[in-house]
């Protein structure tokens, strides 16, 4: 059994991860253990938490033509949703910039959705949305100004 205080790493308060509360693929969310935990659970519906309604409602009321979106930890870059064609040429191609930019390492397609924002912005915008890992990786540890490279 957690107890609050015992729901850290990437979970707030009430242990759900308010990363994983965009309705991105939400039936099909990788890794997500259905119950309270330390990590990955994605909550009882999208957009459950407050954090996450907050973000959809401050994106639904602007026009932004990209998403960027930072986690840790790894130095790696998200860039890919299902897109196909011209849009995921377009994705690429921007993320390849970033990818130049900061030398982090471009994460390869993969079927399973995280649930994040930028799959959401991705699918439901048909714009290009980007999640950077900005640290060195640092597993379970927590992540402090340190292992940010600038």
């Not at 935990?37 to 401050?58: D, H, I, L, V, W």
């Not at 033509?65 to 860039?79: D, G, L, N, T």
């Given at each position: 059994m957690f107890t609050e205080k015992s729901l850290l790493s990437k979970q707030r308060v009430g242990g759900r991860g308010s990363y994983r509360q965009y309705d991105a693929d939400w039936k099909n969310i990788c890794y997500n253990p259905g119950?309270?935990?330390?990590?990955?659970?994605?909550?009882?519906?999208?957009?459950?938490?407050?954090?996450?309604?907050?973000?959809?409602?401050?994106?639904?009321?602007?026009?932004?033509?990209?998403?960027?979106?930072?986690?840790?930890?790894?130095?790696?870059?998200?860039?890919?949703?299902?897109?196909?064609?011209?849009?995921k040429k377009r994705d690429y191609s921007l993320a390849s910039m970033l990818a130049k930019k900061t030398g982090y390492s471009l994460v390869k397609p993969k079927k399973n959705p995280s649930g994040g924002y930028t799959d959401w912005f991705i699918s439901g915008f048909k714009k290009p949305g980007f999640t950077l890992e900005v640290s060195k990786y640092v597993y379970r540890f927590k992540l402090s100004f340190r292992h940010i490279t600038s």
């Open positions: 119950k309270l935990a330390t990590k990955n659970y994605k909550g009882p519906r999208p957009f459950s938490e407050p954090e996450a309604q907050a973000m959809r409602n401050f994106t639904l009321a602007h026009n932004f033509q990209m998403a960027i979106s930072s986690h840790s930890s790894e130095e790696i870059i998200y860039w890919h949703f299902h897109q196909l064609g011209e849009r």
